[in-house]
């Protein structure tokens, strides 16, 4: 049987092992706002490097991880802060750029300062990919863990249970549930692994796709009501704060709804709007059954991402005309 596995190489694996040896104050850091990959990278990160070195292993992620993700083990000690004089080496995991990681000043001091920078992303190449010591890059990889899984294969580590919960999380909050393009034979059979490790499947069911809130559920409705199909064919959706407010809900909880919105057969892409402050709009973009690579849509707006999945956040508002909703 021959499965399609992009590789991280032994090398790599090697060159990660020697750094990490070497370092003994290790910051490993994800981006803001962040999803299940890059909370469960954070934390199948912390192992692989504690099974190298008994090195300080301090995680960080701006804004705080999303309820559904609190059940990993360990999830409550990631830090939504730090001090730059603290760390000899920082790992970026999931970033896409350096400006995601909410720290882009600090940490570029942090590198003026001789510190050491390992990145490990399965985003196309960004600013980060020249300014680290060592770069762990696999775009085609589904999700970051899937990179992290091979370096844990590659260096014999042992996958126990939690450890497992956490590799299979990211591959399956990336893939959008094992559904977008990117789950590949290689996908499947690591997440088989993975099961096969103990990855807690009933748990991870329990808190991400059976844990839907009646004011998430009502936000969900309320983004779906106002679809409007633009002149080119894109299925779009506006939530604002006041929404969020008067729903009793938050930000967390349009989790994965962006999908919904291109499961209409004619829509060749969706992008979900969020107001997340007065004047500051989330932007979601999804095109997983055309041809349309909406990363480029997102750069011109300063993002970023995948052909198939990115976003972006811009300084202005939202407003519907004759065409359907607009970013002014
Ligand atoms: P989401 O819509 O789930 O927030 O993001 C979809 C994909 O685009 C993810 O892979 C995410 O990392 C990437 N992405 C979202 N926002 C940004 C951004 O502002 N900059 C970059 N470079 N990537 C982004
Ligand atoms: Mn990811």
Same mark, same amino acid.
């Not at 070497?22 to 981006?31: A, L, Q, R």
């Not at 055309?290 to 407003?319: C, E, M, Q, W």
């Given at each position: 049987?021959?499965?399609?596995?992009?590789?991280?190489?032994?090398?790599?694996?090697?060159?990660?092992?020697?750094?990490?040896?070497?370092?003994?104050?290790?910051?490993?850091?994800?981006?803001?706002?962040?999803?299940?990959?890059?909370?469960?990278?954070?934390?199948?990160?912390?192992?692989?490097?504690?099974?190298?070195?008994?090195?300080?292993?301090?995680?960080?992620?701006?804004?705080?991880?999303?309820?559904?993700?609190?059940?990993?083990?360990?999830?409550?000690?990631?830090?939504?802060?730090?001090?730059?004089?603290?760390?000899?080496?920082?790992?970026?995991?999931?970033?896409?750029?350096?400006?995601?990681?909410?720290?882009?000043?600090?940490?570029?001091?942090?590198?003026?300062?001789?510190?050491?920078?390992?990145?490990?992303?399965?985003?196309?190449?960004?600013?980060?990919?020249?300014?680290?010591?060592?770069?762990?890059?696999?775009?085609?990889?589904?999700? /970051?863990? #899937?990179?992290?899984?091979?370096?844990?294969?590659? @260096?014999?580590?042992? =996958?126990?249970?939690?450890? +497992?919960? &956490? *590799?299979?999380?990211?591959?399956?909050?990336?893939?959008?549930?094992?559904?977008?393009?990117?789950?590949?034979?290689?996908?499947?059979?690591?997440?088989?692994?993975?099961?096969?490790?103990?990855?807690?499947?009933?748990?991870?069911?329990?808190?991400?796709?059976?844990?839907?809130?009646?004011?998430?559920?009502?936000?969900?409705?309320?983004?779906?009501?106002?679809?409007?199909?633009?002149?080119?064919?894109?299925?779009?959706?506006?939530?604002?704060?006041?929404?969020?407010?008067?729903?009793? /809900?938050? #930000?967390?909880?349009?989790?994965?709804?962006?999908? @919904?919105?291109?499961? =209409?057969?004619?829509?060749? +892409?969706? &992008? *979900?709007?969020?107001?997340?402050?007065?004047?500051?709009?989330?932007?979601?973009?999804?095109?997983?059954?055309?041809?349309?690579?909406?990363?480029?849509?997102?750069?011109?707006?300063?993002?970023?991402?995948?052909?198939?999945?990115?976003?972006?956040?811009?300084?202005?508002?939202?407003?519907?005309?004759?065409?359907?909703?607009?970013?002014?």
């Amino acid at each position: 049987m021959c499965y399609k596995v992009k590789m991280i190489s032994l090398q790599s694996a090697i060159a990660f092992k020697e750094i990490i040896s070497s370092h003994s104050k290790v910051m490993i850091i994800s981006h803001e706002r962040p999803d299940g990959d890059s909370v469960s990278s954070l934390l199948s990160l912390r192992e692989l490097i504690c099974s190298i070195n008994s090195a300080e292993v301090t995680l960080v992620s701006s804004n705080g991880v999303p309820k559904a993700f609190r059940f990993l083990p360990g999830a409550q000690n990631i830090l939504s802060d730090f001090l730059c004089g603290d760390f000899d080496l920082v790992v970026t995991v999931d970033c896409g750029d350096l400006r995601r990681t909410g720290f882009a000043g600090r940490i570029s001091k942090m590198l003026d300062n001789k510190v050491a920078l390992v990145n490990v992303d399965h985003h196309p190449k960004n600013d980060l990919h020249k300014l680290s010591t060592l770069n762990i890059f696999d775009s085609s990889a589904a999700s /970051a863990t #899937e990179i992290i899984y091979q370096l844990i294969n590659k @260096l014999k580590v042992q =996958i126990n249970p939690n450890l +497992a919960t &956490m *590799l299979y999380t990211g591959l399956f909050t990336d893939t959008g549930s094992f559904q977008h393009p990117v789950t590949t034979s290689g996908v499947l059979k690591a997440a088989s692994e993975l099961l096969a490790s103990g990855a807690k499947f009933k748990e991870l069911r329990q808190n991400l796709t059976y844990n839907k809130s009646l004011p998430m559920l009502k936000l969900w409705g309320l983004v779906l009501e106002r679809i409007k199909i633009n002149k080119y064919n894109f299925a779009v959706s506006v939530v604002t704060k006041e929404d969020m407010e008067k729903i009793g /809900a938050n #930000e967390d909880d349009l989790a994965g709804v962006v999908n @919904l919105l291109e499961s =209409i057969p004619e829509c060749c +892409a969706a &992008m *979900l709007l969020v107001e997340v402050e007065p004047n500051v709009i989330r932007g979601s973009l999804r095109s997983n059954k055309s041809k349309i690579d909406v990363s480029g849509i997102a750069k011109l707006l300063d993002g970023g991402g995948h052909p198939r999945a990115a976003g972006f956040t811009y300084n202005g508002y939202v407003k519907m005309d004759k065409d359907g909703w607009k970013v002014l």
